[in-house]
């Protein structure tokens, strides 16, 4: 009888103790989520007072980072006030627009579309272009987005922006994203395409960034990864950091023929 008393006890402790902790999460869950929104509210503000660029930037880095917490309608109520400090030319200069467009391409919002479509018409502003590439390509417009990330990619320029963010990369840097699968099969594919071009690339470190990428994507092309790889271990005066590099991405997502030509490249 004793031991079933004890027992029950006990039980009761650990539903009481599950209890207080789910109830304690839950307290902080509504903590963060009242942030969020305090710090939405904030920005619309800032918006719609027409506050300086870096007053801007600092706010939307906030929502950027900690955008997972937005519910779907404080995510529309950001929409219309960020658009119109997009539109703002006059106001705000390019690094402005720059760092307020990724929290427009978190948003997930369809109608950010056109007005990043628009800012790809913006030839003095580079920076603006070369973000809006990068969102519309996170939005699953590749083809739309591509070019503008190439013109810079090409010349292995990259954008630095206020925070770190995807795989431990600048949120525009136009060689790694997260491993994408767009929607539509013609605008992954372009995605995929894309890569392959990198490969090309003067920038051996970029190249196998692209290996790395292609390797872990499904469908994408692994023959042009695998060759471009064989041609990097090949060449002679490879500089050391690349060839390790290189190995770990083989030795951990080329499967068998990865392994393979680790191997050869430790006998020579």
Known sequence: MQRRTTAAFVAALLVTATSVRAGLFGLFESAQEKAARAHVEELVQLCESGADGQTLINACFW??????????????????PLLSVLDDTAEYDDITHREVIPLLSRLRRPEVIPALLACLEHKD????????????????????????????ARRGQTVDTVGRALLGASPTDPFIFPLLTLPDKGEDSALNEYFVRVLSYPSQWRRIDAI?????????????????????????????????????????????RGKVLVEACEKR
């Open 63 to 80: 929502l950027w980072k900690n955008s997972h917490l937005l519910k779907e309608e404080e995510r529309q109520k950001l929409v219309a």
């Open 125 to 152: 502003r580079p920076l603006t272009r070369f973000q809006a590439g990068i969102a519309l390509i996170l939005l699953g417009q590749a083809r739309a987005g591509l070019p503008a990330v190439e013109e810079r």
């Open 212 to 256: 790395q990428f292609l390797l872990l994507k499904h469908g994408a092309n692994k023959e042009a990864a695998f060759a471009a790889a064989t041609d990097i271990l090949e060449q002679p005066l490879s500089p050391e950091g690349n060839t390790h590099y290189l190995l770990k991405v083989l030795r951990e997502h080329g499967g068998t």
